[in-house]
């Protein structure tokens, strides 16, 4: 792990979660518990992919760090696993925790599965980047697809300081890159409302997934999580509430539109 400079790193968490660790190293057990309970969380460890399994069957978890690499069932077959056994509701935010590449990750049968990714040599600022995303997505999954759908949301359509950053030094691509998602995602919505009427499984996962990583980059987190929701459905051949879930997808779409046709706008000034 990284070294950090200052404890104010490990100021406690407001938002606590249940977490499940699963390494087949003793020592890296011991440190990743350590940490994320001096950052307010409760936590359970498990030493292989088996127990992470029997543990899931006893008690319900909000995320889970998984080593992809462990004995009797690795990282990878037990995050398979997971998705086939438990519905995306009922299952917990999946980490994947490796010495390897995100692309080696990514290039694996296994790695869709996952729903973020962390070095085995994170710092603290990652692991609490990836503990937001996941309490977010928590979040999202309690709350019902069909939620009030009244005035405008109380949340941002996007996180603008974090997507300049992004852009920080390259800022020329800016606005070809809002270009290229204002003719990508009318194309995708038609498509996954297609598939949504449809009832095809396997087109609405491939391009909900392609969508969500198209929202990524605008940071626009609501509309990533209901993407993903949409790509989960899709896993799950569960179509109940994929049109509610669709419909507030492309509301929120229309501000996040809205917004990059402004900051388009304010970029070739």
């Not at 990524?216 to 509610?244: P, Q």
Request: with cysteine.
């Amino acid at each position: 792990m990284k070294r950090t400079q200052s404890s104010d790193h490990f100021e406690e968490t407001d938002q606590p979660m249940e977490i499940l660790v699963a390494d087949d190293s003793p020592v890296n057990l011991k440190m990743y518990r350590h940490i994320l309970l001096k950052l307010g969380h409760k936590v359970d460890c498990a030493t292989n992919g088996r127990e992470v399994l029997e543990a899931l069957e006893k008690k319900k978890y909000q995320v889970l760090f998984l080593d992809c690499q462990m004995p009797i069932i690795d990282g990878f077959e037990a995050a398979r696993t997971i998705s086939q056994r438990w519905k995306s509701s009922h299952r917990p935010y999946i980490v994947a925790l490796t010495a390897n590449s995100l692309n080696e990750i990514k290039k694996h049968s296994d790695g869709r599965y996952f729903d973020s990714y962390l070095p085995k040599s994170f710092g603290i600022d990652e692991l609490k980047k990836v503990l937001k995303q996941a309490w977010e997505e928590v979040n999202m999954k309690k709350s019902p697809t069909n939620a009030q759908t009244g005035d405008a949301p109380e949340h941002a359509v996007m996180n603008q300081v974090e997507f300049f950053q992004n852009f920080n030094g390259v800022e020329e691509l800016i606005s070809p890159t809002i270009e290229q998602f204002f003719l990508q995602y009318p194309v995708l919505m038609d498509k996954i409302h297609a598939d949504i009427v449809a009832k095809n499984p396997k087109e609405l996962e491939i391009n909900a997934h392609t969508l969500k990583g198209s929202l990524a980059i605008f940071r626009a987190h609501h509309c990533v999580s209901l993407a993903k929701k949409l790509e989960y459905m899709g896993k799950d051949n569960s179509f109940e509430n994929a049109l509610d879930c669709y419909k507030k997808l492309a509301r929120e779409g229309e501000r996040l539109l809205a917004l990059l046709k402004t900051l388009k706008e304010q970029a070739a000034a």
